[in-house]
C-alpha cells in the first residue's frame, strides 16, 4: 500500500478528529488562519498542544518565525468559514478577512484569536518535531480564554461548544449522543467480582 492509500485509510480510522484553528502571525504581520485535525494534548504539566503540518504550510513557516499561535475551538457554527481556511490562499492573504471570521486581539500572544470561537488556547512555541514529510508543533498553553457562557462547574461543557471534528475525506461530524461513566477504582472490582464477570458476558 502506498503513502497516498495509507494516508486514506488512517484519515478514515483515526475519528472523529478535533479542529485546531489554528491562527499565527507571520514576521510581516499578515494574520493567517488554517484549520488542523492532526491535533490533541501533548502534555499536561507543562500544559502543551500539538498540531501536524503535513508539509510546509504557512502556519508552519510563521510558528517558526514568531514563536507564537493561538488554537482557538472550531464551532458548528462556522462551519463553512472552518472548511474554507483550508483553501491554499497565497502567504501574503488574511484567510480571515477573505472568509469573514472576526479576530480580536490574545491576552499574551501577539497571534490574534478567533473572537466567536467559544475557547481559544494561546500558546508559545515549545518545540517542533520533523517525521518525513510532517512536522509536528507542540506549543505550551500560556492562557486559556473561554466565553462565560460555556462554562459551568469550572470548565467548558460539551453541550455548549458545539465543536466540529474532522472524518475521512470530506467528511466532517459533530457531537452526537453524549455517554457518561465513571471509571472503575481496582478497590470496587476486588470487592465486587460480578463487575467483571458482567462485563465478560458471564
Not at 493561538?70 to 458548528?76: R, Y
Not at 494561546?122 to 518535531?129: A, G, I, K, V, W
Request: glycine share 8%; charged share 25%; aromatic share 6%.
Amino acid at each position: 500500500m502506498g503513502a497516498g492509500a495509507f494516508y486514506r485509510v488512517l484519515n478514515s480510522v483515526v475519528v472523529p478528529r478535533p479542529i485546531a484553528w489554528v491562527c499565527t502571525r507571520s514576521a510581516a504581520g499578515v494574520h493567517n488562519l488554517a484549520p488542523y485535525s492532526f491535533y490533541t494534548v501533548a502534555c499536561v504539566d507543562p500544559p502543551i498542544v500539538q498540531f501536524t503540518s503535513v508539509g510546509r504550510k504557512d502556519s508552519l513557516t510563521n510558528v517558526e518565525e514568531t514563536g507564537e499561535f493561538t488554537v482557538s475551538l472550531a464551532p458548528v457554527e462556522l462551519f463553512e468559514q472552518v472548511n474554507a481556511g483550508g483553501t491554499d490562499f497565497p502567504p501574503d492573504l488574511s484567510e480571515a478577512e477573505l472568509t469573514g471570521v472576526r479576530l480580536e486581539p490574545s491576552e499574551r500572544v501577539a497571534a490574534l484569536r478567533v473572537a466567536d470561537s467559544p475557547v481559544s488556547l494561546e500558546c508559545r512555541l515549545h518545540s517542533t518535531l520533523r517525521l518525513g514529510d510532517s512536522t509536528v508543533v507542540l506549543g505550551e498553553v500560556v492562557h486559556v480564554a473561554a466565553h462565560a457562557r460555556v462554562v459551568r462547574d469550572g470548565r467548558p461543557r460539551i453541550e455548549e461548544l458545539r465543536p466540529l471534528a474532522r472524518l475521512g475525506g470530506n467528511e466532517w461530524t459533530t457531537v452526537g449522543e453524549l455517554k457518561e461513566i465513571r471509571r472503575i477504582p481496582y478497590s470496587t472490582w476486588e470487592q465486587d467480582p460480578s463487575i467483571g464477570r458482567a462485563l465478560r458476558g458471564e
